[in-house]
């Protein structure tokens, strides 16, 4: 026998053994849990942060604007780089204002609009 046919009968012999493995693998029953406990529950109601990821997801362009979803993804960061909880400071103190909500008293000039934009061109 030449190479070519020692070659190709290998080749055959492999496709044949490979058709027969999935065959088989095809055939065997899946393999289910043995806890009945995880067989009631859906993954959602064992894990609140997974199921609160599942809505984010499903809130599209929106999910990047709701502060629970930032929360959630926050906390999912945390726990995939294995951080450690933070800690719970006390209540944050309101930010100071850097414009003022009423207008200038009388004794006050307000400012004059200036007529460059911010590259000094007009």
Do not use: Y
Request: charged share 20%; aromatic share 2%; hydrophobic share 40%.
């Amino acid at each position: 026998m030449d190479g070519k046919t020692l070659a190709r009968i290998g080749a055959i012999i492999f496709v044949a053994l490979a058709i027969t493995a999935t065959a088989i693998e095809m055939n065997r029953p899946a393999e289910q849990p043995d806890d009945p406990v995880t067989l009631a529950q859906p993954v959602t109601v064992r894990d609140p942060l997974r199921a609160e990821l599942v809505r984010c997801s499903e809130l599209g362009e929106a999910g990047g604007r709701d502060a629970s979803c930032l929360h959630a993804w926050a906390e999912n960061r945390r726990h995939f780089l294995g951080q450690p909880a933070p800690v719970a400071s006390p209540a944050p103190t309101a930010p100071a204002t850097l414009l003022p909500s009423a207008p200038p008293s009388a004794g006050e000039t307000a400012p004059k609009p200036s007529t460059h934009d911010q590259n000094g061109s007009r």
